[in-house]
C-alpha cells in the first residue's frame, strides 16, 4: 500500500482542545519547513464543567463556543487551508457530547477528532522531539493536562513507551484544592492520587530509562517560570527546588495569597494541583533535573498533519502495522483496495463521496477487512471490527477507528448499520455507501484469483445501483453469480436496489 502524496498547504493550523486550555497554533509551510504564524490560547477549563454525571454544563459549553467561534474567525482570516481539532480527556469523558461537537464544528468551521489517552501522548513526543536539539540520548517527556498527564520514553522522534495517567490539575484541584485552601495535608493527599497512578507503570519506565527529561505545556511551563526567578543560578526544574517550592505554596495557605507574579488569576486555581503532580512524578521517578521544552501536543499535531499529505502519515504505518500483526493476505487486500477505490471513484459524485476521508477509510478497510481470520474464520467480519474499534492505532482519533470498525463489520452477511448510529455527522449518513462500495469488492474477489477483474462498471443513483459486468464473464463464474444475487437480498433489506449486468 503506497501513500499517495499531496502537496502540502501553505497554510497549516493544529487546535488542541485541553481539558484546561484550549490552543492555536498556525503555520506556514516553506521549503519542508514549518513557520509559525500565530498562537492563541484561551483558558476554558472544559474538565471543571464536567457534572457528576459527565455531561458538559452549559457554562462550560458556552465558554467552550466562544471560544472556538473566534478560532474559526482566525482561521480563516489566515487562509488555513490543512486543520487539524483533536480533544483531549474532557472529551473522551463527556457523556451525550454529540450536541457540543456538532456546535463546535459550527462555531470554528472544521471537525473535532476525540484522540486517546495514548494519542494524546505520541504527539506531545512528536511535538517536543520536532522543536528540541536532535540527540542520541533516550528522552522522557511529560505533559500536565487538565484532565490527564501523559508520559513519554523515546529516542529521536519514536516514542518507546507512552503511557497517560487519569490524574490532570483541574480535576485534582477539583478534590483537594476546590475551595482555594492550601494544606499539607490536602497537599499530601493530593500527592498520594498521583502516586496510585503511577504505582502499576513505575517499573516499566525506570527499567527502560532515560538520559534526559522535558516538561511541556502550560502548568510545566508555569512552574519553571516561576523557579527560574526564585533560583536564578538553576535553569532548569530540580526536584530540591521542587520541594521548596511546596513548601511555599502550601505556607500561602490558600491560592489567593500565592504571591507568585508568574501565576496569573486563571492559573492559580489549579497551580497547588499542577505542582503535586510534577513533583510526584519527579520523586516517584527520581527525576533530578528536567528543562522546559519549547514544543507540546499542538506542534505534534502540526507536524502529523504535514505528514498526512507525504509519505510519513502514521496512520499509514498502523494499519501496516495490523496487516502483519495479523497475518493478513496481502495479495488479496491488494486486490479488493484496488477494486474497492476504483468503484469509489466511479461512485463518488453520485453518493457525494468526495471527502478525502471516504478514500482513506475505504482503502484502509479494504485492507484490514479480514484481520478477524487470525482469531477465527467464524463471524470473522465482526472480530475484524472489534479489533479496529479497540486497537491502539497511532495517528487515529477515536472517530476514525468506529468508521473502520463500522465498515468492516458490515462488509458481508446482513448489513447491520446500528453502528452507524455512533458516528458523527456526516459519515453516520455516508458510511453505508462505502459499505455497499467494500461488499462489492469483496464479493467480486472472493474466488481469490490473481487474474485481473474484467471492466466493471458501478452506476448509482440515490440508493439504486447497478454494477455491469461482461455477460462472458459472468457466465464463467456463476459462484460470482450466485453471490451478487444473494447480495440483492442483503441490500434490499438495507433499502437498496441492486441491478447487475452488461
Known amino acids: 500500500m503506497a501513500a499517495r502524496r499531496r502537496a502540502v498547504p501553505d497554510v497549516l493550523a493544529a487546535v488542541d482542545l485541553g481539558s484546561n486550555s484550549f490552543h492555536m497554533v498556525v503555520a506556514r509551510h516553506s521549503h519542508g519547513q514549518l513557520v509559525i504564524l500565530d498562537r492563541l490560547r484561551e483558558m476554558v477549563r472544559l474538565a471543571a464543567g464536567l457534572a457528576d454525571s459527565d455531561r458538559l454544563d452549559d457554562e462550560a459549553s458556552a465558554r467552550a463556543l466562544r471560544c472556538l467561534e473566534r478560532f474559526g474567525?482566525?482561521?480563516?482570516?489566515?487562509?488555513?487551508?490543512?486543520?487539524?481539532?483533536?480533544?483531549?480527556?474532557?472529551?473522551?469523558?463527556?457523556?451525550?457530547?454529540?450536541?457540543?461537537?456538532?456546535?463546535?464544528?459550527?462555531?470554528?468551521?472544521?471537525?473535532?477528532?476525540?484522540?486517546?489517552?495514548?494519542?494524546e501522548?505520541?504527539?506531545?513526543?512528536?511535538?517536543?522531539?520536532?522543536?528540541?536539539?536532535?540527540?542520541?540520548?533516550?528522552?522522557?517527556?511529560?505533559?500536565?493536562?487538565?484532565?490527564?498527564?501523559?508520559?513519554?520514553?523515546?529516542?529521536?522522534?519514536?516514542?518507546?513507551?507512552?503511557?497517560?495517567?487519569?490524574?490532570g490539575c483541574v480535576g485534582l484541584a477539583g478534590q483537594y484544592f476546590d475551595d482555594g485552601k492550601i494544606s499539607e495535608k490536602r497537599f499530601e493527599r493530593a500527592r498520594t492520587a498521583v502516586r496510585l497512578e503511577l504505582e502499576p507503570v513505575v517499573e516499566s519506565y525506570r527499567k527502560l530509562g532515560w538520559q534526559q527529561a522535558s516538561g511541556c505545556s502550560g502548568t510545566v511551563r508555569a512552574i519553571g517560570d516561576v523557579l527560574r526567578r526564585l533560583f536564578p543560578d538553576e535553569p532548569m526544574i530540580t526536584l530540591a527546588n521542587l520541594n521548596k517550592l511546596a513548601d511555599r505554596v502550601i505556607a500561602a495557605g490558600h491560592v489567593q495569597s500565592l504571591d507568585l507574579p508568574e501565576v496569573d488569576a486563571e492559573r492559580a486555581p489549579?497551580?497547588?494541583?499542577?505542582?503535586?503532580?510534577?513533583?510526584?512524578?519527579?520523586?516517584?521517578?527520581?527525576?533530578?533535573?528536567?528543562?522546559?521544552?519549547?514544543?507540546?501536543?499542538?506542534?505534534?499535531?502540526?507536524?502529523?498533519?504535514?505528514?498526512?499529505?507525504?509519505?510519513?502519515?502514521?496512520?499509514?504505518r498502523s494499519v501496516r502495522a495490523m496487516e502483519m500483526r495479523y497475518h493478513v493476505d496481502g495479495a488479496q487486500a491488494d486486490r479488493v483496495e484496488q477494486t474497492a477505490l476504483a468503484l469509489l471513484a466511479q461512485a463518488a459524485e453520485g453518493w457525494k463521496l468526495g471527502d478525502p476521508l471516504a478514500e482513506l477509510a475505504l482503502g484502509w478497510a479494504a485492507r484490514l477487512h479480514e484481520a478477524g481470520l487470525d482469531i477465527a474464520h467464524s463471524k470473522y467480519h465482526r472480530h475484524s471490527a472489534y479489533l479496529l474499534q479497540h486497537a491502539d492505532m497511532p495517528g487515529f482519533p477515536r472517530e476514525e477507528q468506529l468508521l473502520l470498525a463500522a465498515l468492516v463489520g458490515a462488509h458481508r452477511r446482513q448489513l447491520g448499520l446500528e453502528s452507524l448510529e455512533d458516528l458523527l455527522p456526516p459519515w453516520d449518513q455516508k458510511a453505508e455507501f462505502l459499505i455497499v462500495i467494500l461488499r462489492l469488492a469483496v464479493l467480486l474477489h472472493r474466488g481469490r484469483s490473481p487474474q485481473p477483474l474484467p471492466e466493471v462498471r458501478l452506476h448509482v443513483k440515490g440508493r439504486t445501483l447497478n454494477l455491469e459486468l461482461p455477460v462472458r464473464w459472468m457466465k464463467e463464474h456463476p459462484l460470482t453469480l450466485e453471490d451478487l444475487e444473494q447480495e440483492r437480498g442483503y441490500l434490499k433489506n438495507a433499502g437498496f436496489r441492486l441491478s447487475f449486468g452488461q
Open 73 to 119: 474567525q482566525r482561521l480563516r482570516a489566515l487562509h488555513a487551508d490543512g486543520v487539524r481539532v483533536v480533544g483531549t480527556n474532557a472529551l473522551r469523558q463527556a457523556r451525550r457530547k454529540r450536541w457540543f461537537l456538532e456546535r463546535a464544528r459550527a462555531a470554528l468551521g472544521h471537525p473535532i477528532e476525540i484522540i486517546s489517552g495514548l494519542e
Open 121 to 167: 501522548a505520541r504527539l506531545i513526543y512528536s511535538g517536543v522531539a520536532h522543536t528540541s536539539p536532535m540527540t542520541a540520548d533516550k528522552r522522557l517527556v511529560m505533559d500536565i493536562g487538565g484532565g490527564s498527564t501523559e508520559i513519554i520514553i523515546g529516542e529521536g522522534f519514536e516514542p518507546l513507551l507512552l503511557e497517560s495517567l487519569s490524574v
Open 270 to 316: 489549579v497551580f497547588p494541583s499542577g505542582l503535586a503532580i510534577l513533583l510526584q512524578v519527579a520523586d516517584t521517578l527520581r527525576i533530578e533535573r528536567m528543562r522546559v521544552a519549547e514544543g507540546a501536543m499542538r506542534e505534534g499535531l502540526l507536524y502529523d498533519l504535514m505528514g498526512r499529505f507525504t509519505d510519513e502519515d502514521a496512520r499509514l
